[in-house]
């Protein structure tokens, strides 16, 4: 019997999707470039190998295939896409699909979107998230494309999917790029759930003096409560583990520089062309660059001094830092969905907000409890900022103290805290309704004569600046 579906690219994320779909869903075959790889995989499969044909050119991997075929890439994002898709061009037949299941900028998938629709092919875009553990036993998917194509491999796609109360976390976001452009937003929020729990994992070690275990056995209470989440998880079980050569916590001798390969900075850099406003991912991408210029900030100490970190006894509770975790986590998800609205409206998809929330309770690196709450609040109102849904606002009024207090002591001593710190602001921008930008429009108007509106009155105006400037 032929394979239901091929997969090109045996790294990490390929080989572990490729087994997933051959213990789940149909047989697939296997291609990589270096053919050892591929018999080395085939040869590890174990009991799941007669579910796996493993083929040596792309021409067996085509003729492998039962037509109408589907044939996912898990290569390196960028360049190498394309040259795979041209590669199996002149082999692949009507009806038959490509489908991009890296970590692609979107962009390039709403090219190729067209690209493909102009030659005839099919072509999807999918945002697989979970890791290598995610990939291999249940991923987060979000597909983006014709929505027929996804309608044809949905079924494969669900059955790999992770599961939230039976649900399969595999859903078509919509046309050309936005499976991926959700992805992308998935990365943002990471990389900002990540850096606020960095954040208050340093008021822990620096200001309170407490060891990486302690600090996990905290997040480890956390992840009982509303933080619920697979890396308020991780980080609990990071904190408590010990380097087997040393004895010591491993988190001690990990370097402070952050990598990335680029996601969380599209994340902001398409957040700045839609003039949506995502201050706590902007803020926790920046911290990683931040990071890694360890040099310049060994300079910095040598010049200015350390600040004193240390929390004078009793200025912070561990409850405090829970709610302004909690807190930051709400503005930095409303800040995400506000982006994705944006985006929908800019790009005229209809991204499906609540679907969105419901995609990522399972499977992926942010799935947490709360999504489930988010998805409810969007479904309810997915035009509305989260923030003010029923649930977050209550949950806000009673944690936003919390946060306010702790951003403060951190400022204080010298703690820095960039993603709670930009999502405090937010939160504080959004609740006045009177701001500061009259002044901006004063200045605009004055040195340009771009004009300002009246709150007195409706119209366009120019200030006195002749007479008085
Ligand atoms: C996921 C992750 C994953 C991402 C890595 C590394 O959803 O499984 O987002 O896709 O590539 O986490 O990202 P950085 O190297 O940018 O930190």
Redesign the pocket.
């Known amino acids: 019997a032929k394979a239901g579906i091929g997969l090109i690219g045996l790294g990490t994320m390929g080989s572990n999707l490729a087994l997933n779909i051959a213990e789940n869903s149909v047989p697939v075959a296997i291609f990589n470039r270096t053919t050892e790889t591929t018999h080395e995989f085939a040869r590890a499969a174990g009991p799941l190998a007669k579910r796996i044909v493993a083929c040596e050119t792309l021409e067996q991997l085509v003729a492998a295939i039962e037509p109408p075929r589907a044939i996912i890439l898990m290569v390196p994002a960028g360049p190498v896409v394309d040259e795979q898709v041209a590669a199996l061009r002149p082999l692949i037949e009507d009806g038959d699909m490509i489908i991009d299941a890296g ?1 692609a900028n979107f962009h390039d998938t709403n090219r190729r979107a067209v690209e493909a629709a102009t030659n005839g092919e099919l072509f999807l875009g999918i945002g697989v ?3 290598a553990e ?1 990939a291999r036993h249940g991923p987060s998917i979000m597909a983006g494309g014709p929505r027929e194509a996804w309608d044809r491999v949905a079924p494969i796609f669900e059955a790999i999917a992770a599961r939230y109360e039976g649900t399969p976390c595999a859903t078509w976001m919509g046309e050309g790029g936005a499976g991926h452009f959700v992805k992308t937003v ?2 943002g929020i ?1 990389y900002a759930d990540m850096q606020m729990i960095a954040e208050v994992y340093g008021v822990m070690r620096d200001g309170m003096g407490m060891s990486a275990p302690q600090c996990g056995q905290v997040f480890a209470r956390w992840n009982e409560g509303l933080l619920k989440s697979y890396l308020v998880e991780i980080s609990a079980r990071i904190g408590e583990a010990s380097d087997p050569e040393t004895g010591n916590p491993v988190l001690d001798i990990i370097a402070d520089r952050a ?6 900075r599209w994340t902001a850099i398409e957040a700045q062309h839609l003039a949506a406003p995502v201050t706590a991912i902007e803020a926790a991408v920046a911290a990683r660059n931040m990071s890694a210029a360890s040099e310049v900030r060994a300079e910095g100490e040598r010049i200015f001094g350390a600040a004193p970190r240390v929390l004078e006894n009793g200025a912070l509770s561990i409850d405090d830092l829970e709610a302004a975790l909690i807190a930051g986590k709400i503005v930095c998800y409303a800040q995400g969905f506000t982006m994705i609205a944006r985006a929908s409206a800019e790009f005229g998809w209809a991204l499906p907000l609540p679907d969105i929330a419901r995609v990522w309770r399972a499977g ?2 942010i799935r947490s409890s709360m999504l489930n709450d988010m998805a409810t609040a969007l479904e309810a109102n997915p035009d509305r900022n989260l923030m003010f849904a029923d649930f977050f606002s209550y949950l806000l009024k009673a944690k936003h103290p919390a946060l306010r207090t702790t951003v403060a002591a951190a400022a204080q001593n010298g703690l820095p805290m960039p993603a709670l710190t930009a999502g405090l602001a937010y939160f504080d921008i959004m609740r006045t309704e009177r701001s500061t930008a009259n002044l901006i429009q004063a200045q605009r108007d004055f040195f340009g004569a771009h004009g300002f509106e009246r709150i007195d009155r409706p119209g366009q105006y120019h200030g006195p600046w002749g007479a008085s400037g």
């Open positions: 970590n998230s979970g890791g995610g998935h990365n990471e990598g990335q390969k680029g996601t969380g992926c690196i």
